[in-house]
């Protein structure tokens, strides 16, 4: 084609059309046979160029009946385009810019678009719009066939599917007819679909069926209305030796003014996942769509949604899973083992079983933890903590442990205790730090934590100071049922946990201001809330002061709990606020803001210093959980490596002795 890329004759600079201002590029054309095929030659030269005394075309464009490619020629030299015409240039409304250089050069691109009846740089924009669109279509259903390919692997729905999603992932009801004094007449249960006899009911009651003995709500014919459920459901199936398939199933059951149901199922999505040993290759999803100018209706990746922050049932992957295939659907796969079936069992609860299992590859300690029906850990681990507010990190579990005890980090005589309470990981990191305090956890007051979802170790260790666990639950359920927040300007607490913030917080404060810690009138004021803002509002010498004397009293503890010396340095805890303020002060970092969480118990701040110079701030570490969260040295620069070899030793000699100690 290069041969043809300049034309024999150069257009003649006079030519009127050179002098129109709103003219910006001239096109001339001509009709070439180039390999066999009858080839429509566009010359599009810039204007100035050509006054300028430079003839060659800034494109030249080849437009065939199968499609169109053009040479561009600037100052970078030249190079191919694949650019229709009006998007040639960088200008907006670039074929308004141009202009035929005769009457001929229109007529022949008219004529080889075969449309006479249009302007010349119509019919061509309008011709390779039309080529363009064949090109998409073509595209279109060689992805479309090649969908098809992917789906012939795939067989039929389990046979019991629509039974499945009718007992065991939709809401069963119990219609009758509603008699004034008397027993409800012609009782009907759809959930065993047959006619029981109640001795009571109340319209939205929630009861037992007589005859099948599933949960059931009490629907009375007169007031029941129109009723539609809907529910998602998953079913995983092999397809190789290396490949299987989740398919997503989602069933809509109506039910009209009859007690007769409308009951439709159908796939909705399916999720393709390829492993190699134990590892996942490769995970294609495809979602079905409604399109009738498809030759399938599967549509590869997510379904699109309006807004993410919206809810649409359609998009929603997360269902019941059909229990009934795992075990011969995952045998010889690396999930064989991941205990998928009894964690669903555990807590038949919509799940998402694609994250579940991509989950158990990277952490197999699941299996323990869903052996040992430890449902709330192992939902940690695969979807985040309870309400999804925090993604699993090592900081409760170790993903590296060898036995349950190290996944744990407590002794195995502690096990049936935490089965007992099957604890969330803030209740976890509770209770290792209550062993490492040398205090048993209560059974009663681990379970009023899990249910309350209590897990900042202070929130208890606080109070049970100066109180029993069965009067620390009393005064708190009574509180917070006194002062649970209503309304968005009322006051009071949202949830329990706020409520045993604020406790803990009162009674350091009256441990500061030194209260008689031993009256119950001080423990347990009638009014919570007004005491906690009332002890808050002190003076700002007499917060000093309290800080002070509060910090001088824990200091034998501390001394006595994580002193240490080895290696040229040595541990030591603060003697009072000032002294934690003038660390920050001498070594630039800043401490000084952690006096008050000291003083409450929420951290604990150390002191490393070289054993020759032990009043000379050396380095500054923070405690908490039961591990260091920070250490630093001058102008807040992490230690050097001898100091990081101190901490080391430290935390494996001091620090985690007491936890080491009840796993062993």
């Not at 009946?65 to 670039?94: A, P, V």
């Not at 199933?249 to 492993?275: C, G, I, M």
């Not at 009162?506 to 007004?530: G, T």
Request: some cysteine; glycine content about 6%.
């Amino acid at each position: 084609m290069r041969k043809f890329a300049i034309p024999s004759n150069s257009p003649n600079p006079k030519n009127g059309i050179f002098c129109a201002d709103q003219v910006k590029y001239v096109v001339r054309t001509a009709i070439k046979n180039i390999d066999h095929q009858r080839t429509l030659v566009l010359y599009i030269y810039a204007k100035e160029s050509v006054l300028a005394g430079n003839h060659t075309p800034r494109w030249t464009m080849f437009q065939q009946k199968g499609g169109y490619i053009t040479l561009c020629t600037d100052d970078k030299g030249t190079r191919w385009q694949q650019s229709m015409f009006e998007n040639l240039g960088k200008d907006y409304f670039f074929r308004d810019k141009c202009s035929f250089y005769s009457q001929a050069d229109e007529r022949r691109v008219t004529r080889y678009c075969q449309s006479e009846k249009q302007k010349g740089f119509e019919s061509l924009c309008l011709f390779q719009l039309d080529l363009l669109r064949k090109k998409q279509r073509e595209n279109e259903l060689k992805k479309q066939r090649r969908i098809i390919e992917r789906m012939k692997p795939v067989g039929a729905l389990p046979r019991d599917i629509k039974g499945f999603m009718h007992r065991e992932t939709l809401p069963h009801y119990i219609f009758y007819d509603y008699a004034k004094g008397k027993a409800p007449k012609n009782a009907y249960c759809t959930a065993c679909k047959h006619n029981v006899s109640v001795a009571e009911a109340k319209h939205n009651g929630e009861g037992v069926c007589p005859h099948c003995k599933r949960k059931i709500t009490f629907k009375s014919r007169g007031r029941r209305g129109y009723i539609v459920d809907r529910s998602t459901a998953q079913v995983i199936q092999r397809l190789g030796s290396n490949e299987m398939i989740i398919r997503f199933v989602k069933a809509y059951r109506r039910y009209p003014k009859s007690d007769t149901s409308e009951f439709h199922v159908y796939e909705n999505a399916r999720l393709f996942l390829q492993w190699d040993g134990s590892k996942i290759i490769a995970s294609e999803s495809y979602y079905y769509g409604y399109s009738r100018d498809r030759i399938t209706p599967w549509h590869p990746g997510d379904r699109p949604v309006f807004s993410r922050w919206y809810y649409n049932f359609e998009a929603d992957c997360c269902g019941y899973l059909y229990h009934r295939n795992l075990d011969s659907e995952l045998k010889g796969t690396p999930w064989q083992y991941s205990a998928l079936k009894e964690y669903y069992a555990g807590d038949p609860t919509p799940l998402y079983a694609g994250q579940y299992l991509q989950k158990y590859l990277r952490y197999p300690m699941l299996e323990y933890l869903v052996k040992l029906k430890l449902y709330r850990l192992a939902t940690y681990v695969a979807y985040g903590d309870i309400g999804g507010a925090r993604y699993y990190d090592d900081s409760v579990l170790n993903s590296k442990g060898k036995t349950v005890t190290e996944v744990l980090g407590v002794g195995k005589k502690y096990i049936p205790l935490l089965q007992t309470i099957d604890p969330g990981p803030n209740q976890l990191t509770m209770i290792k730090a209550f062993l490492r305090d040398n205090i048993r956890p209560d059974l009663e007051l681990m379970k009023w934590c899990s249910k309350n979802d209590i897990g900042e170790e202070a929130y208890i260790t606080v109070p049970l100071r100066y109180m029993t666990p069965h009067k620390l639950m009393r005064y708190a359920t009574e509180q917070f049922a006194t002062h649970r927040k209503t309304s968005y300007y009322a006051p009071g607490y949202y949830s329990m946990r706020e409520m045993m913030s604020d406790y803990k917080d009162y009674l350091c404060m009256c441990e500061l201001l030194e209260h008689d810690m031993k009256s119950s009138f001080v423990l347990f004021p009638n009014d919570l809330k007004a005491e906690h803002d009332r002890v808050n509002d002190m003076s700002r010498n007499d917060v000093s002061q309290a800080y002070d004397r509060r910090i001088a009293k824990m200091f034998e503890g501390l001394q006595h709990r994580y002193g240490y010396t080895q290696m040229g340095f040595v541990v030591i805890p603060p003697h009072s606020a000032k002294e934690i303020t003038q660390e920050g002060d001498k070594l630039h970092h800043c401490v000084g803001r952690y006096v008050k969480d000291v003083v409450k118990n929420n951290t604990t701040i150390l002191f490393i210093r070289k054993a020759s110079a032990p009043k000379k701030p050396y380095c500054t570490v923070e405690v908490k959980h039961g591990d260091v969260i920070q250490a630093r040295i001058q102008n807040n620069v992490v230690p050097p490596p001898k100091v990081k070899r101190f901490i080391e030793s430290w935390k494996e000699n001091v620090l985690y002795a007491p936890a080491l100690e009840r796993a062993a």
